[in-house]
């Protein structure tokens, strides 16, 4: 299936790890140019380097602090006139109301939740004046099934879910497109630490991890490239008609309440 971006420029925040690296290959595998932005400048140089060699595509690496204001709009000048925007960054932990206090919330909302607002308020007019862009969020199933024991996670994430939603309810009269991804668990090194936590907060030992992996239902958990397959889809001219909407990848698990009996 053509996809039809090659040349396309694509940004990629939080682009040195996880889904934002994946999320880097999978561009550059289609033929895009691709800028990388992330605070760990000397991983993504490594990723700049291994992109170059594999699909001889144009990159280029923006150190960024996300949650500065000064530095985002440095980036969205760096980028300069690009096609599509991937916000990605984010890490928001986990942890009861009473165990989150307001500066740790605050802090993990300015890189996720207004990280990705202000990113948008930057480039969402030069797509509107162009007349042709795609921004895609990357969100998280927390916003879908909330739970009070991620509930700084939960919150953000349905802001920016119903933020994606009401950004691109009109965006495509203007030939913009602005989607939003919900992925579930997916196999990084953030949701490996998450079980960990969990592991250490039950057994006392955080090794114990692997039992908490081994126990999901079988396909639930993705791997990185699963969610980039789809970031790559919903930004092509495949997915032309696809705004204000979010769309799910969890093996289901939004809907799986166990096997019946």
């Excluded at 096609?83 to 500066?103: C, H, Q, R, S, Y």
């Excluded at 592991?199 to 079988?218: T, V």
């Amino acid at each position: 299936m053509e996809l039809n971006l090659r040349g396309k420029k694509v940004l990629v925040t939080g682009a040195s790890k996880g889904i934002g690296e994946a999320v880097a290959y999978g561009f550059a595998a289609e033929g895009a140019d691709v800028i990388l932005a992330a605070r760990d400048g000397a991983k993504m140089a490594q990723i700049e380097r291994e992109i170059r060699g594999r699909h001889q595509v144009n990159v280029k690496v923006v150190p960024t602090d996300l949650r500065d204001g000064a530095a985002l709009r440095a980036l969205a000048d760096a980028a300069g006139d690009i096609d599509i925007l991937v916000n990605n960054a984010g890490d928001i932990p986990g942890g009861t109301l009473d165990k989150v206090d307001e500066a740790t919330w605050r802090h993990a909302w300015e890189l996720k939740v207004f990280g990705y607002i202000n990113l948008c308020r930057l480039i969402m007019p030069k797509l509107l004046a162009r007349k042709s862009g795609v921004i895609v969020n990357v969100i998280g199933t927390g916003g879908e099934r909330l739970t009070h024991n991620y509930i700084a996670g939960s919150t953000g994430n349905a802001s920016l879910m119903a933020f994606t939603r009401a950004l691109g309810s009109a965006s495509l009269i203007e030939n913009v497109r602005v989607v939003g991804l919900n992925p579930g668990a997916v196999l990084t090194d953030r949701v490996t630490g998450m079980f960990r936590s969990v592991a250490r907060d039950r057994w006392g030992d955080e090794s114990r991890f692997q039992e908490l992996l081994d126990a999901q239902p079988a396909n639930s958990m993705s791997m990185p490239e699963d969610i980039a397959d789809m970031v790559v889809f919903l930004a092509s001219d495949r997915a032309r008609r696809v705004s204000g909407t979010i769309v799910t990848v969890d093996g289901g698990m939004a809907n799986y309440h166990g096997l019946a009996s």
